[in-house]
């Protein structure tokens, strides 16, 4: 069982000590496929954005087996790649400013947010359930 309460006083007293590089890898650990799900939704939607590239890609993708149809295999690869380059940018751009909107309130928000925490731990444990 993890002691919630001194957690959140380590956190909160030395956030940067090496005892508290656990919580900051499983923090990070589930935030990756996040990130992956973000990314797949971004070139998803830019996919759908484009309706008429898709019906070509649609058309095209089935015939580019024959020969002589090298140009038309390099427009598609094109167009995908530039799919995923724009998904990831827009991800990218996403993330960077949930970043800074978060570090602009984390100064703020951080020791309300831990004493919060501890009082939810606190009431949790009074019924047994921590």
Do not use: K
Request: proline share 5%; glycine share 10%; charged share 10%.
């Amino acid at each position: 069982m993890i002691d919630l309460p001194r957690l959140f006083h380590r956190l909160a007293a030395t956030p940067g000590a090496a005892a508290n590089s656990w919580v900051y890898l499983t923090l990070f650990s589930t935030m990756l496929p996040s990130v992956l799900n973000c990314l797949i939704g971004a070139v998803s939607l830019i996919s759908w954005s484009l309706p008429s590239l898709r019906r070509w890609m649609l058309e095209v993708i089935p015939t580019l087996d024959q020969p002589g149809l090298g140009r038309t295999r390099n427009l598609v690869l094109l167009a995908f790649g530039a799919q995923v380059f724009f998904g990831t940018l827009l991800t990218g751009g996403a993330l960077l400013g949930f970043v800074q909107g978060a570090e602009a309130i984390a100064p703020f928000a951080l020791s309300d947010l831990l004493a919060g925490a501890e009082v939810w731990v606190r009431a949790l444990s009074a019924t047994g359930h921590v």
